[in-house]
């Protein structure tokens, strides 16, 4: 009995201990889960993602990031070209959802870091002149319709896109390909009111300081001259209105031979104070072959060029 009895309790022991052992682990890794939760930013969804490795951004965090270009309101592009099959209604909740700039970790942080300080900056909110009127002519400098957040065009100024630029496009376009680059123009002429309807939706959406960001306000978007050509890459949509264009070869070959056509690269990196707004990878303006060469040679702005910043 007494043997028996000593052998059970030991027995209990060594079953104890190993609960200890059990329970102990489970606490670590509770524990541990908290705090990888807690680095994370209290966001589960983004602590499984991390842990997945995934460079998507959760959609809190989309919210948030300053969309540095106006062609979140790419909608009507894609009407524009009857191109793509797409729902208009689809594209802007596509773009939202992409990660605008390149699918780089680095960049999770980076817009957060930014979204502060761009307030101050001339860049984006601020550059408009309160108070101002749409005026009932166009603006014309050195022969150039200029379209900015100092100079906005009338409300019913509605030329449509414009039939040189298209034509330099598409020779352009014929040129790239040689080189094996299909480019696509997925946004050129937008209306005054199309303007009014995909500026009122951001504001409602993200508030007017963060919609100045990185839309044009109805009146001064370059894309109401019917000279503004967002281009991108035919089957690589995921790089159109995105910084990462920039990165890509067709991004490439167009800031270095856009220039030939006429086209201008309108706000290059750098010169977000002179232009208004951030740089765009994917915007080119058409301005003619010799003005282009001359803006390019000087690597300036058109701003710069026309005296006018
Ligand atoms: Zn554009």
Same mark, same amino acid.
């Given at each position: 009995m007494k043997k028996? +009895?000593?052998f059970s309790t030991r027995k209990r022991n060594r079953t104890n201990k190993w609960m200890n052992i059990i329970v102990g682990i489970f606490f670590i890794l509770i524990v541990a889960s908290i705090i990888f939760i807690g680095v994370n930013g209290w966001n589960v969804r983004q602590a499984i993602e991390s842990v997945r490795g995934e460079t998507e951004q959760p959609s809190e965090f989309q919210e948030i990031v300053p969309n540095p270009d106006e062609h979140v309101l790419t909608d009507d592009e894609v009407g524009n070209d009857h191109q793509e099959a797409k729902?208009? #209604? #689809?594209?802007?909740? &596509?773009k939202v959802e992409e990660p605008q700039i390149t699918p780089d970790n680095?960049? =999770?942080? #980076? /817009? @957060? &870091? &930014?979204?502060a300080p761009v307030q101050e900056k001339p860049s984006s909110s *601020? +550059?408009? *002149?309160e108070g101002q009127e749409l /005026?009932?002519? /166009? @603006?014309?400098? =050195? +022969? *150039?319709l200029i379209a900015s957040k100092q100079y906005p065009l009338p409300k019913d100024f509605a030329p449509g896109e414009s039939k040189e630029a298209r034509a330099a496009f598409d020779e352009m376009a014929a040129e790239a390909l040689l080189s094996g680059i299909k480019l696509q123009a997925f946004s050129t002429y937008r209306s005054y009111d199309y303007q009014v309807t995909l500026y009122n939706r951001y504001v409602e959406r993200d508030g007017q300081e963060a919609a100045d960001r990185y839309s044009a306000r109805p009146g001064y978007s370059e894309h109401q001259t019917g000279l503004a050509f967002d281009i991108g890459e035919v089957n690589h949509e995921k790089h159109w209105a995105s910084t990462s264009f920039g990165e890509t070869e067709a991004g490439k070959w167009l800031g270095a031979n856009a220039y030939q056509y006429g086209f201008i690269l309108r706000y290059p990196k750098g010169k977000e104070e002179i232009t208004g707004y951030m740089h765009e990878s994917w915007h080119y303006r058409y301005v +003619?072959? #010799?003005?282009a060469l001359q803006i390019f040679k000087r690597n300036i702005t058109l701003e710069e060029y026309l005296g006018i910043q």
């Open positions: 028996r +009895g000593r729902e208009p #209604e #689809e594209m802007p909740l &596509k680095k960049v =999770k942080v #980076e /817009p @957060k &870091k &930014k979204s *601020i +550059g408009y *002149i /005026p009932d002519k /166009p @603006k014309y400098v =050195k +022969g *150039i +003619g072959k #010799e003005k």
